[in-house]
Nanobody, 113 residues
Framework: QVQLVESGGGLVQPGGSPRLSCAAS????????MKWVRQAPGKGLEWVAT????????TYADSVKGRFTISRDNAKNTLFLQMNSLNPEDTAVYYC??????RGQGTQVTVSS
């Protein structure tokens, strides 16, 4: 069955640059558009970034454009999110999502000094 396992979150200082990973299994990873979404405390789900199956055409929410980079390694069935210049408003649970709505369990990113 489809499995998505995120990692790389934790407590980060403002301005920090963590990289999130999402290990995918149970489907043909390279064939699918993948996304990162996030949910801040007390708020709804927010789309962060999308990337096509071949790694082309990354797109970003305005709130993260210029700071975050989505990428993928199809040989390793892994999706990444490089996050730079973090601020407290980036505090959220980050999920990777397979096109069609399947999400992982998420990884918590807390930005605080």
């Amino acid at each position: 069955q489809v499995q998505l396992v995120e990692s790389g979150g934790g407590l980060v200082q403002p301005g920090g640059s963590p990289r999130l990973s999402c290990a995918a299994s149970g489907f043909t990873f390279r064939a699918y558009i993948m996304k990162w979404v996030r949910q801040a405390p007390g708020k709804g789900l927010e789309w962060v970034a999308t990337i096509r199956g071949d790694g082309s055409q990354p797109t970003y929410a305005d709130s993260v454009k210029g700071r975050f980079t989505i990428s993928r390694d199809n040989a390793k069935n892994t999706l990444f999110l490089q996050m730079n210049s973090l601020n407290p408003e980036d505090t959220a649970v980050y999920y990777c999502e397979k096109f069609g709505g399947v999400r992982g369990q998420g990884t918590q990113v807390t930005v605080s000094s």
